[in-house]
């Protein structure tokens, strides 16, 4: 069993950064796949980032240049550093990690807006 606990969402003007982090319970998290999906009023949950075990990482295009993902495998953590941001990134964050099936956190509000 796996509990995902996200944090670091809020409100945050256009251009202004946040970074989520996402705390896993359980064991072997280290090298269990993880990342983040968003999912915006009124649209599907996509992907966002996502990174393995080794650290490989995989953004979708939308975010390229502008968001980081990255792990601390001793705190059990994972984050989403998020800059330049913008009005069209407002959503539900969700964080996953996939220990052979796929568990999923509660999410976190971010809002981007002047």
């Known amino acids: 069993q796996v509990e995902l606990v996200e944090s670091g969402g809020g409100l945050v003007q256009p251009g202004g950064s946040l970074r989520l982090s996402c705390a896993a319970s359980?064991?072997?998290?280290?090298?269990?796949?993880a990342g983040w999906y968003r999912q915006g009023p009124g649209k599907e949950r996509e992907l966002v980032a996502a990174?393995?075990?080794?650290?490989?990482?995989l953004y979708a295009d939308f975010v390229k240049g502008r968001f980081t993902i990255s792990r601390d495998n001793a705190k059990n953590t994972v984050y989403l550093q998020m800059n330049s941001l913008k009005p069209e990134d407002t959503a539900i964050y969700y964080c996953?990690?996939?220990?052979?099936?796929?568990?999923w956190g509660q999410g976190t509000q971010v809002t981007i807006s002047s």
């Open positions: 996953y990690t996939d220990p052979g099936s796929r568990y």
């Open positions: 359980g064991s072997a998290f280290s090298i269990n796949d």
């Open positions: 990174i393995t075990g080794g650290g490989r990482t």
